[in-house]
């Protein structure tokens, strides 16, 4: 009986070793993860927990929820990105400390971080497993991260065929635009309480730049600071004013409950007055409004999300 019990064990030690890998992560750590995870936390949900769920992957747990579950900010990205009805992480710490009672007790068997959290990556390595995802301006792209995520959790068929679904979609866009956009530019923003050119990082961009349109060149001399560690660059309200895109992308600031159209030439208003009268892709029509909370995660949904945007822009009258 003991030998059987022996013989049990050893079999079962194999196994789970056979069903893990070594991995290298952003910060250049060689991990050991499951093959296929079955239960993951994220430490940003938006940049990973979204693209992950759309794979289909058990995403329990996600720093930035409250222990009811409700996300920490007013926007659930996983209902304005995913749709309403999923069922959502729980939390682990919303803000400041990290509960690790609570991380324990969702009995992770990986811990999927950014870059930005390789200071937390010694900490959290004794609940689980930490990858560090390379998410920032440079070394991401559009829903690169979505692919890459992909591989690590073993769901690169499922991502295969979401890519599928945004391809078909691609070619649908591009054939209502009804002509070869390939080459013109694109200018996307972001509103909070000034103008922020949109950086790499983002299923619109992807979009956007898949359909034809390639980025207007901003000189250093336009913008008002550095690049954001994953999304925008200040514009000042003087350069925007003189630029000329071939198609003008604004987005309200995240945290607004007005994100539509109409929120979003409000806010636009209070930052440049009257920008409608001297700002020419609006003049001649050349504008498309997103909702910056469905579109700037770096997954394939909000690249559709995207597509859908241009593609009722494309067929107003």
Do not use: C
């Not at 919303?94 to 609570?102: H, M, R, S, Y």
């Not at 000042?236 to 198609?247: H, I, T, V, Y």
Request: charged content about 20%; glycine content about 10%.
């Amino acid at each position: 009986m003991r030998i059987a019990i022996l013989l049990a064990a050893f079999l079962a030690a194999g196994t789970s070793l056979a069903a893990e890998r070594s991995v290298t992560d952003a910060a250049g750590r060689t991990v050991s993860v499951p093959e296929k995870p079955q239960r993951i936390v994220v430490m940003h949900e938006p940049l990973l927990g979204v693209p992950l769920m759309d794979l289909g992957a058990n995403v329990v747990g996600a720093y930035g929820r409250n222990s009811d579950g409700k996300f920490a900010t007013a926007v659930d990205f996983i209902d304005t990105v995913l749709g309403e009805g999923r069922t959502k992480p729980k939390g682990f710490g919303a803000v400041g400390q990290i509960d690790l009672e609570k991380l324990r007790a969702l009995q992770p068997d990986l811990i999927v971080a950014t870059e930005m959290d390789g200071g937390k990556a010694e900490q959290l390595s004794t609940v689980a497993p930490v990858y560090l995802q390379k998410v920032s301006t440079g070394h991401a792209y559009g829903f690169s991260v979505e692919e890459n995520l992909a591989g690590l959790v073993g769901r690169s068929d499922a991502f295969a065929e979401r890519r599928k679904t945004y391809d078909t979609k691609l070619a649908a866009v591009k054939k209502t635009l009804g002509e070869d956009v390939k080459g013109k530019t694109y200018l996307a923003i972001l509103l909070t309480d000034q103008i922020n050119a949109v950086g790499d990082m983002s299923g619109a961009v992807q979009a956007l730049e898949d359909l034809g349109y390639a980025r207007l060149k901003i000189d250093n001399a336009a913008s008002s600071g550095g690049l954001g560690s994953t999304l925008t660059m200040p514009l000042s309200a003087e350069a925007f004013g003189k630029l000329n895109p071939d198609l003008l992308v604004v987005m309200n600031s995240y945290t607004s409950p007005a994100r539509g159209e109409a929120g979003t030439r409000a806010a636009l208003e209070k930052i440049i007055p009257g920008w409608e009268r001297f700002v020419k892709p609006a003049r001649e029509g050349r504008i498309v409004f997103l909702d910056s909370t469905r579109v700037t995660t770096p997954s394939i949904p909000s690249a559709l999300h995207t597509l859908d945007a241009v593609e009722g822009w494309a067929a107003r009258p």
